[in-house]
């Protein structure tokens, strides 16, 4: 597989649900994507007759995966899926204890059987190495009747993740009724219609249309509940960096007699109240400081379409639920993220949304992106408006680099995401303003430019460690 960005790929059917997915922090590339690696492994160890004959076990990582894998997690990550666990189910407030355990016990059951892993020694970090076919490369070797069978796997970005030799990570052969590679067909296919009707018809060829309303509710259910917890919660993020969560004692000053005791008081509560435009942004940080000190915390987050990105989505929605004049049903709540699932199709389809191949612009720009459509048609702009939106908000992140003190998604990446859910608002006010037939610049554009210039963009600015903030800032390093 060529360690490249797509450029004429095949026609590739992408789910809402592809691009939205509930897991644990605090990176969809190095904790998600591993941790979907090695259950996919175990599977394809059991379909191959040989899973209850492991005698060893031992996971590689190379490449972003070994430089920055602590600070994110990656190893954690691996020890869950080795034990069992899935990131959609998992007891968060129980990982520290579950690796504790795996550290002292030193083993594992895989299959019918128990088998010796000693984290420290089995999970093995080759920072000075990359596989061909991503920045984000992991191998993950058995010992089976004393010879060893070896499997690699790369994480693509956004928990996708795909095999050796794999072209791309598909989500299946389906027929859609109005297929869409890039944002133009889209725009085609909406002639009289809203984004959100067009995607609710594609998504039938997944699931049923309760289904549907459940899934995406679900995906709302995490981020209302993320954003609550966030704000209400104190302390210092692990990981050595000190660094103190903000967004509680924010949410204190705004709504200072907050006694709700659920996250619907809580968003009745804020409405309730009168709001100047300075406290409408502090109100907005505070939701995306919210969801991202969650996420740096091994808490449960929507992937959107990343975990370093999962606040930009979930603060532009609560902005729409919060402060607008009428009360937000559960219809345009789903109709919003099926709009902004549907547009990170897109970046996903026609450039990237991985760090490890294309920086910062390719996450926190691309989930502002995705925001900026979602409110745009949620507020009444046309399709035409709502891609606009996307680019506006695309534009203006172009060559953001991925430079994580520590290896750590927490500085720059907490507040990055504060700064994209405020460019998704303007971008969606730039276009409800403006005439998206005289815009110089289509999403399609700034798609094919966010693939160009990630692939012109030096190593060391992509999720590395190795440039920016990264080495510029003197910290003490810890493990996650």
Not at 19 to 43: C, D, E, F, N, Y
Not at 93 to 114: F, N, P, S
Not at 157 to 178: M, T
Not at 375 to 397: D, K, N, R, T, V
Request: negative net charge; hydrophobic residues 45%.
């Amino acid at each position: 597989m060529a360690d490249s960005l797509p450029h004429a790929v095949p026609a590739e059917a992408l789910s809402v649900f592809d691009m939205l997915k509930i897991g644990v922090g605090p990176s969809s590339s190095h904790t998600l994507g591993p941790w979907r690696a090695v259950q996919r492994w175990l599977s394809e160890l059991a379909a191959a007759g040989v899973r209850d004959r492991v005698e060893r076990v031992q996971v590689h990582l190379y490449g972003s995966l070994a430089l920055t894998g602590r600070g994110h997690c990656t190893d954690q990550a691996v020890m869950l899926a080795l034990l069992g666990h899935d990131p959609v189910t998992v007891d968060v407030d129980r990982i520290a204890g579950y690796v504790a355990d795996l550290h002292l016990g030193k083993q594992i059951e895989v299959g019918a059987r128990a088998v010796p892993f000693d984290p420290a020694a089995d999970i093995v970090f080759h920072p000075a190495e990359r596989l061909p076919g991503h920045a984000n490369g992991m191998t993950c070797v058995a010992v089976v009747d004393g010879a060893e069978l070896a499997a690699t796997y790369y994480s693509v970005g956004g928990g996708f993740v795909v095999a050796e030799g794999e072209a791309r990570a598909q989500a299946g052969a389906v027929r859609l009724p109005h297929p869409a590679q890039v944002p133009a067909e889209m725009l085609a296919h909406c002639a009289g219609r809203r984004i959100a009707d067009v995607v609710w018809e594609n998504e039938r060829a997944w699931r049923s249309d309760a289904e549907i309303r459940a899934g995406v509710l679900a995906l709302w259910d995490v981020m209302r509940e993320g954003v609550f917890r966030g704000c209400h919660t104190d302390g210092v993020l692990p990981g050595g960096l000190g660094v103190e969560r903000r967004a509680a004692a924010l949410a204190r000053r705004l709504l200072p007699d907050d006694d709700a005791a659920t996250s619907r008081e809580w968003i009745a509560a804020i409405r309730s109240r009168t709001y100047r435009f300075p406290q409408i942004l502090q109100w907005v940080s505070a939701f995306a400081l919210a969801v991202n000190e969650e996420n740096a915390n091994l808490g449960r987050v929507v992937t959107a379409p990343t975990n370093g990105a999962a606040g930009v989505i979930p603060a532009v929605l609560f902005y729409l639920v919060c402060f607008s004049e009428e009360e937000v049903t559960e219809k345009a709540i789903v109709d919003f993220l099926l709009v902004a699932g549907e547009v990170g199709t897109f970046f996903k389809k026609g450039a990237t949304i991985s760090a490890a191949m294309g920086g910062c612009q390719a996450e926190v720009g691309v989930s502002s992106a995705m925001a900026a459509a979602a409110l745009c048609e949620a507020e009444g702009g046309s399709p035409a408006q709502a891609f606009q939106a996307a680019e506006i908000a695309m534009e203006h992140h172009l060559g953001m680099t991925c430079d994580p003190i520590g290896g750590l998604v927490q500085i720059p990446c907490i507040e990055r995401n504060t700064m994209g859910a405020v460019k998704a608002i303007n971008a969606a006010e730039l276009a409800l303003a403006g005439a998206p037939e005289r815009a110089r610049v289509s999403l399609d554009a700034v798609i094919q430019t966010l693939r160009q210039t990630a692939e012109d963009m030096s190593d060391k600015y992509k999720e590395t460690s190795q440039g920016g903030l990264a080495t510029n800032v003197s910290v003490r390093f810890t493990e996650c």
